[in-house]
């Protein structure tokens, strides 16, 4: 299994490479999926270690709140807060630190917002299943839109998918389970971004 | 919380068949942990293979627990060979409200899902359902006694290139001759489409080089899902 990263901005592909980082929380979570098991610990995006037992969840990354499946852009009121959430989807900060396979979350995450230093979180959907038996391929995507309306230019430096991994006691916890280090892109006031995860499977 | 594998444990014999070399950088594999032993616990073999045989029925599964609420329907195909109309919200929120999603952890004796090992050796193919030619639970010709299951906790290399964790089941030849194994599987118990549990097949792995088990020899298999980066 493999992960690509593509990045467009304002419709431009600036990013186009494999990802390199998949994460320990990542199999961790399948482990403790695999043993329905409490007995593994995973650092949530907090640095919280977190260890729950089996869970509903397991790396829900849509926009929460029923909305997530198709992104809806520019949706006002409470709909639009949850596409606005910056813990759960497709996450991007401005840290250029290596990946280590034990990172937690990004080094420095972007907040979500209008104000300096911010950028809109749009929210996430995960769709464009595809498997065929002729190719032994199969795939899907999950989506993040990104707008910086916060009146002057922001760099971009990680990006990565934090996913609710349980939600056992009704607390959504929430885990970094991918995490890469990308050449900086500069956001300017107005302009919008898409990032792209694609995961695949090869038999 | 987890420890670095700076030390595997010791062994009488270790060797990786394929791929040979680690140039895996952002892959998700599996690497197959196999160890014979013999009653008293002592270590006969041990062998390592890199493997990547993620199922059409995993591809699928993740997908909805990636999008979960937002999944539409989709087909699995149970170890019968049915196809199975469902949903991981079905799945996570039926009538037991079981939270099963993966769940590969058969107690002892079970032979209908968790890790299962089999005798065929034919290719993989991403639409397996089920392995070519399983072993059974049983103490007869040509069956096996299926152990319990354990956790493979959560695992990263002091040079910050892998990590991993997993799970692991140990099965015993108890039939009273030699048992040539070719092939492993991971069987997720679940309600995909109703309130009766249903097997899928997420991973199947055929081995690079066969292991013979001897009578009243015990086979572990590890399954480590290893991420490079």
């Keep these: 299994m493999k992960a690509f990263l593509t990045i467009k901005k304002q419709n431009d592909i600036v990013i186009k490479q494999p990802a390199r980082s998949f994460l320990i929380a990542f199999p961790a979570l399948l482990a403790r999926q695999f043993m329905q098991s409490e007995d593994i610990t995973i650092q949530s995006i907090e640095g919280t270690p977190r260890s729950e037992d089996k869970a509903s969840h397991m790396c829900y990354c849509c926009s929460p709140g029923g909305y997530g499946y198709t992104i809806q852009m520019g949706i006002s009121g409470s709909y639009g807060d949850y596409l606005k959430v910056q813990n759960q989807g497709i996450v991007i900060g401005s840290d250029l630190t290596a990946v280590d396979p034990d990172n937690y979350s990004l080094n420095t995450q972007i907040n979500s917002g209008e104000g300096a230093g911010e950028i809109l979180y749009c929210g996430t959907s995960v769709h464009g299943l595809t498997y065929e038996d002729v190719g032994d391929t199969g795939s899907f995507k999950i989506l993040g839109i990104f707008k910086n309306i916060s009146g002057g230019s922001i760099d971009i430096k990680e990006v990565g998918i934090y996913a609710v991994g349980d939600a056992g006691t009704g607390a959504y916890t929430n885990f970094c389970i991918l995490r890469d280090v990308i050449s900086t892109i500069s956001l300017a006031d107005g302009e919008y971004l898409e990032v792209e995860y694609t995961i695949s499977i090869a038999s | ?229």
């Design chain 2, 1 to 229: 919380m987890k420890s670095k594998d700076s030390v595997i444990g010791s062994v009488i014999t270790t060797d990786k068949v394929r791929p040979k070399q680690v140039e895996h950088e952002g892959e998700v594999l599996l690497e197959m942990v196999y160890t014979v032993s013999d009653k008293s616990g002592k270590i006969k073999t041990q062998k390592t293979e890199l493997g990547h045989s993620f199922l059409q029925n995993f591809i699928i599964a993740l997908f909805g627990f990636f999008a979960r609420y937002h999944c539409p329907d989709d087909d699995l195909v149970d170890t019968g060979g049915t196809s199975r109309t469902g949903s991981p919200t079905y799945s996570t929120s039926g009538p037991a409200y079981s939270d099963e999603v993966f769940d590969c952890n058969a107690p002892s004796t079970n032979d209908d899902f968790g890790v299962l090992i089999g005798t065929d050796d034919t290719a993989v193919d991403i639409a397996d359902y089920a392995l070519g030619a399983k072993i059974i639970e049983g103490s007869g010709s040509g069956q096996m006694n299926y152990g319990s299951h354990s956790t493979v906790s959560p695992v990263s290399d002091v040079g910050n290139t892998y990590s991993y964790a997993g799970i692991t089941r140990t099965i015993s030849n108890n039939s009273g001759a030699s048992i040539t194994v070719k092939e492993v599987g991971l069987v997720w118990s679940s309600y995909w489409d109703t309130s009766a549990t249903r097997y899928f097949l997420l991973l199947r792995e055929v081995l690079g080089s066969p292991i013979s088990v001897a009578d009243g020899e015990i086979l572990t298999v590890t399954i480590r899902v290893k991420c490079f980066c």
